[in-house]
């Protein structure tokens, strides 16, 4: 399921009047955890999941063309944890 999709499930599901506004909740709830994520906090929602930052070490790696050793470096990346009726609906 891609993005417009979405829009239309919510806009069915949430019986909205327009698709514009089923967009505009979509849109609203993605800068939401973004925002939250960019901040450092996590986000959970209960029985969906939680998304949280993880920090990423620097480390070693090969160049897969040369076989020449480079370094990586640290970063800060988005992870998610699906909750237990999220695990259930899908096994």
């Known amino acids: 399921m891609r ?10 599901a949430a019986s909205l009047d327009t698709k514009t506004q089923a967009e505009a909740a979509v849109d609203a709830v993605f800068d939401a955890i973004t925002k939250t994520l ?17 920090k990423r070490a620097a480390r070693q790696g090969v160049n897969p063309r040369t076989g ?24």
């Open 38 to 54: 960019s901040k450092g906090e996590e986000v959970t929602i209960t029985g969906f999941g939680t998304f949280k930052v993880s």
């Open 3 to 12: 993005k417009p999709e979405l829009v239309d499930a919510v806009h069915t």
């Open 68 to 91: 020449e050793k480079i370094q990586i470096g640290a970063k800060t990346v988005p992870r998610f944890s699906a909750g237990k009726s999220l695990k259930d609906a899908v096994a």
